[in-house]
């Protein structure tokens, strides 16, 4: 499965109005090619370093190009992402098949970077921290689909009601370890789309 991540910073004039109007016109695209589910966290948390994060899920890499290049989603960037948009980081993850996750009232998206040398089974114990963690309800966490990402892992957290808070502050603990050398994030309320 692949999870396709748009972690958004907002133009400053009119922001809560841009980002509202934004996440209703992607959650439209609920029917666009192959869309297993939609989401989007409004980011509310300290140490968020962008406003939104929008995501889709896809059954893999040739449905992930579909998507990509869908009329729909064409026109919803040219018409209404870019417009609102003044920064984004767009990552493409590779994440295990199973069941969609159900929706939680909060969720923390992210990518993280790491230095050149550091081996893939490195960066999956780092990911595997959220999985272990006490209180984590869901993840969809993984490397990234090909070299052309900007990060090498990222996934999103779903945080259950009252828990945000403590996986904000793993994650700002894990984007200090030594071999992270970047590190993007979203901590807020959730909202997921489910298709069909």
């Not at 692949?2 to 509202?20: I, P």
């Not at 589910?37 to 995501?55: N, P, Q, W, Y």
Request: proline share 4%; glycine share 8%; charged share 20%.
């Amino acid at each position: 499965m692949v999870l396709h991540l748009l972690l958004v910073r907002l133009k400053a004039r009119d922001r809560h109005e841009n980002g509202e109007a934004l996440v209703s016109r992607f959650l439209r695209l609920q029917h666009a090619c192959e869309v297993l589910r939609l989401g989007c966290v409004v980011g509310s948390r300290a140490g968020s370093t962008h406003d939104l994060a929008l995501f889709a899920y896809l059954a893999d890499a040739a449905a992930l190009e579909r998507f990509g290049t869908d009329a729909r989603y064409m026109r919803f960037l040219q018409q209404s992402f870019l417009p609102a948009v003044g920064d984004f980081v767009t990552m493409d993850i590779v994440i295990d098949d199973g069941p969609l996750p159900e929706n939680r009232p909060s969720a923390l998206c992210f990518c993280l970077n790491v230095a050149p040398a550091t081996y893939d089974w490195q960066v999956r114990s780092l990911l595997e921290r959220f999985i272990a963690a006490p209180g984590a309800s869901a993840a969809s966490l993984g490397m990234a689909l090909n070299d052309r990402q900007p990060y090498r892992a990222g996934g999103v957290v779903y945080a259950p009601k009252g828990q945000i808070e403590a996986f904000a502050e793993m994650f700002r603990e894990l984007a200090a370890e030594a071999v992270v050398t970047g590190a993007v994030s979203v901590a807020g309320g959730l909202t997921l789309q489910a298709t069909g």
